[in-house]
């Protein structure tokens, strides 16, 4: 787990953006420090504040002693001696990470680094995409326009905009064209070097369609029918035919009485047909001639025993 702590406090810094206390950083943190190496450096973050090093709760300002030393004065704990190191900060070396990234993205040496100003950087290219990196997804969002800058560089290319985890965004909040990379998911650190993650077919999330036929005919949850004989695209049925559908499907095709079907499907009429009726005010429109011409399809009704059934629901067991 060092591996992807080191990189979760690699984000974090560069997320950031700048130097944070090193006594403020949590031990998890901290104990990957020398897996990092050179790529966070050590420096000094003004000294006229720091956190108490008491109580870690409040920035206090610092004074001289008057004796060569130096102390804060926490709301909390009154006068602290400041120890020098209580000022000692971890800064991301950001030129290490973006030459790792271009290592990790395959990217020409030969092309320079263009800092576009307000973090956002343009690392080269990656075989033809310009490749951006950012600081902040929601700044890139907000000004489309360093989006057109670069694409315009290389015609037809796609995109490549890597940025920390936002919670602006989830899935891709750009059209086609850009293409989203995650820092903190698509980048690994292992051996004092950044790999690339591509997303494999694996990766991607599998479609579900509701409408697919899983129950014979009918979908997962029973509120779409594929009958092509009635409709070239599924048929989508209310929820109280579903669940007389969902009822009749449970009897396997035996022939069942109304009362115990109704009964099932937790509805009020009195028989499964009167949930398939075309009302006065719906005759002409499709969907309530296909939901009845589905019924009638599906369901055998004997007439004078008063019993329903489903052979498609027997055939499916079989
Ligand atoms: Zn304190």
Redesign the pocket.
Known sequence: MAAHDAWALVCRLFAGGTPVLRATLPPREASVLSTLGKAVKTTVVDQSFVL?P?????R?QVWGDGRGGRMCR????GP?TVEAADGAALALDEDWLRQKLRLALGIESRDGIDDLGGGVWRLGDSRRSPVLLARNLTRVLHEPALLERVRVRVAGGEIRLITPRSSAARGSPFSAGVEWLVLEERFTFYGGAITFIPSGPSAAPAVIDPTAPVNGPFSANFRWATLPNISDTPIQFTQGQAKVFEALWSFKGEATTADRIMQRAGQKSDKPSDLFKIKAKDKGKPEPAAQHAAYGALVITQQRAGLYSMPCAAVALA
């Open positions: 108490c008491h109580c870690q709760q409040h206090a926490c709301p909390d704990c602290v």
